[in-house]
């Protein structure tokens, strides 16, 4: 990993860093627009909460396939990689307009879609875990992070807003075309990044009897780092977390047709995007704030917002409440990226992030299935509502936890403070 900022003064005079950063913003602005294109398409043909929770967990099924990804990313060249699941992407979305013109679109096909394009979106997390430090100083890190942030937890959303109204005035079918050329262009700018070789590129490839063993050795690595370390924990509370997030996806449009149709579904996904945007803008400034004090305030006010954002009286309360109950996830994610880019090897960053997101996301598609079937019976506001308890969670879980309550700011972080016992066969990241 680069150590010195010598010869990287700026983030944006890193050309494989802006390349990165502007292949993650295009490709971000196309997973939106099918995102949101289909989950009210599959509203709009069903009228079903059900059936919209089981589209929402099929896009959100990346999160708990992480875990087969990682070890793949340690292993392969990433470029090829990032490249060519722009190119399939492009090629797959352009399915729904194609059904769509002549008379066959309907739910199924939007599922079937849906899975494909999951399908190629599995290694994008884990390859940016394990791509960022190979081009980017460590000095850098959380200001890398910080900017891709705003492209893959927020200006993605606020894309979703404009998908919405896209699909109000121009209909689905022409958005659809428009995602395709977004997977090309994204393409073309992931194809001129260098990737810096690795201590693991070169190694000699493993035999056939060897593969599955090598394949679950480098599975191990990662759990054995991360047994008995404090991010056990926090990947505990970020599974309830997402179990809200979930539920709340699945939802949203039923939520947002009953106030007014497809374009108030994309501001209320606009304002998700904006509040975690702000969030991951802020972030660098909180780098030197208790970290666990920071998760117990902000996971508690969040909480609060959303509550009264699902009850709020009017629609531009209930549009400015929710986008702020999201801030604070827009800061931990940033600052949770860091953490994870300075407290383990950089060889193994790949597998970490892969096992922590699996643990953590795998409760995404599972919150879609329970969210749309609990809405069924109680009502989307209700849903709504008791999906607070999810932010709610993780500031109490830091209230009766004294370890969690007194680690350090980010910027003093260490493995010994959360636990982490590296190898000395590990490079620390």
Not at 120 to 148: E, G, K
Not at 245 to 258: E, K, S, Y
């Amino acid at each position: 990993m680069t150590t010195s900022t010598a010869d990287e003064p700026s983030l944006w005079r890193n050309q494989n860093f802006w390349r990165f950063f502007a292949g993650q913003f295009v490709t971000n602005a196309g997973d939106s627009l099918y995102t949101v294109a289909i989950l009210w398409l599959v509203f709009e043909l069903s009228g079903s909460t059900i059936l919209s929770g089981i589209a929402n967990a099929l896009l959100l099924l990346p999160w708990l396939l992480q875990i087969l990804a990682g070890p793949i990313v340690d292993r392969l060249p990433l470029r090829p990689i990032l490249v060519g699941s722009q190119a399939l992407q492009g090629i797959v979305v352009l399915v729904l307009p194609l059904a769509a013109v002549t008379g066959r679109l309907s739910v199924g096909v939007l599922l079937a879609v849906a899975s494909v394009l999951t399908l190629t979106t599995v290694l994008m997390a884990p390859m940016q875990a394990t791509l960022v430090p190979r081009i980017v100083a460590d000095a850098r890190l959380s200001r890398a992070n910080s900017a891709l942030s705003t492209v893959t937890l927020g200006l993605d959303m606020v894309f979703d807003a404009l998908g919405g109204v896209f699909i109000a005035v121009f209909g689905a079918t022409t958005l659809f075309l428009f995602d395709s050329i977004t997977f090309a262009v994204a393409g073309l700018l992931f194809a001129g990044i260098t990737v810096p070789v690795s201590s693991t590129d070169g190694e000699p490839e493993a035999t056939n009897e060897s593969v599955f063993g090598s394949y679950v050795a480098d599975l191990q690595a990662g759990v054995d780092v991360l047994r008995g370390s404090v991010f056990v924990d926090l990947v505990l509370m970020t599974a309830v977390f997402n179990l809200a997030t979930g539920v709340t996806l699945a939802i949203l449009p039923a939520f947002g047709d009953a106030r007014g149709g497809p374009a108030v579904y994309g501001l209320l996904l606009g304002a998700l995007g904006i509040g975690r945007l702000v969030g991951s803008l802020v972030a660098p400034f909180f780098e030197r704030v208790a970290y666990g004090r920071l998760k117990l305030v902000g996971e508690s006010l969040a909480a609060c917002c959303w509550f009264a954002a699902a009850h709020a009286p009017s629609l531009s309360l209930t549009v400015v409440l929710f986008g702020l109950a999201w801030v604070p996830a827009g800061i931990s994610g940033v600052l949770t990226a860091t953490l994870n880019q300075t407290m383990f090897p950089s060889d193994l960053l790949g597998r970490v992030s892969s096992i922590k997101g699996t643990a953590s996301g795998a409760t995404l598609p599972l919150g879609s299935l329970v969210g749309g079937l609990v809405a069924e019976v109680l009502g989307t506001t209700t849903t709504m509502g008791l999906a607070a308890a999810g932010f709610g969670f993780t500031g109490l879980y830091f209230l009766v936890h004294p370890q969690l309550r007194r680690l350090p700011p980010v910027a003093d972080a260490s493995p010994e403070t959360f636990d982490v016992t590296v190898s000395s066969s590990h490079d620390q990241g």
